[in-house]
């Protein structure tokens, strides 16, 4: 009696492994998005990490009045100061920006340096928003602006070179628009939340930074563009220094 329950034990089991061998083509095909669900996943991430990145850019600018209207230098206010830095900062950008994202440096490390770049500008602007002197707080504004600057091209590299490039564009957009108010209502909720002027910075994009990066690394891993998206549109490929000066006369 004892070998035949064994027997039967391997049996069982041999039949469960079979089954399990059965079901996993089965199990793959329910459990792995399909291609287009994948270009809706690829759109969702995209937008909302962008959005993400508001909620530590523009809670600056609902601090109190006590802080914001500290006079600096030259008549201006701390808010003024922080306006022209915040303008400045993506303004000076733009071409290391462009630079920067058709680099080659940039494609082979893409993940990781638009990881370092949404978690830098975060902890500079909520760290350096926590500073005392107002000299610290404007300088913490133009840094995580440059930063910030870098992201909306870089992030669209995930977008490009697909038949539905426009529709994931659109969605990135639409959110946009609701980011900011979004950004600066979670400020002022922190704030009545009871949450100090000199903390609420950083509390917010830390709870925003979360989000963002997670959805960052689940867009990391969407496919590609497809053969059917590279013959409609154009294969995405780094360019050199001497591949954008050629294409400058072209463009203009």
């Not at 998005?33 to 809670?59: D, G, K, N, V």
């Not at 978690?119 to 610290?136: C, Q, R, Y």
């Not at 002027?197 to 969407?222: K, N």
Request: hydrophobic fraction near 50%; include cysteine.
């Amino acid at each position: 009696r004892l070998v035949h329950t064994r027997a039967m034990s391997s049996s069982d089991a041999d039949v469960a492994c079979c089954a399990s061998q059965d079901d996993a083509p089965l199990l793959r095909r329910v459990v792995a998005p399909s291609r287009s669900q994948w270009e809706w996943i690829t759109s969702i991430c995209c937008a909302l990490s962008y959005a993400c990145t508001y909620f530590w850019r523009y809670p600056a600018f609902v601090l109190p009045p006590d802080v914001l209207d500290v006079p600096v230098r030259g008549g201006f206010t701390l808010r003024s100061c922080i306006s022209f830095a915040f303008i400045g900062g993506f303004a000076a950008a733009k071409l290391p920006a462009a630079h920067f994202a058709s680099s080659r440096l940039f494609f082979r490390h893409r993940r990781t340096l638009l990881l370092s770049l949404i978690t830098s500008s975060m902890l500079i602007e909520g760290a350096g928003l926590a500073a005392p002197h107002p000299a610290a707080k404007v300088g913490a504004v133009f840094a995580s602006a440059f930063l910030s600057s870098f992201l909306w091209g870089c992030m669209l590299t995930y977008l490009e070179g697909r038949v539905t490039t426009e529709r994931h564009v659109a969605l990135a957009t639409l959110c946009l628009i609701y980011a900011g108010n979004a950004s600066r209502g979670a400020g002022s909720a922190f704030l009545s939340a009871g949450v100090s002027p000199a903390a609420m910075p950083l509390a917010v994009g830390a709870c925003a930074w979360t989000p963002s990066a997670a959805l960052l690394l689940l867009l990391d891993r969407a496919p590609r563009p497809s053969a059917a998206d590279v013959a409609a549109r154009t294969a995405r490929r780094p360019m050199g220094g001497e591949a954008r000066r050629a294409r400058l006369p072209r463009s203009s």
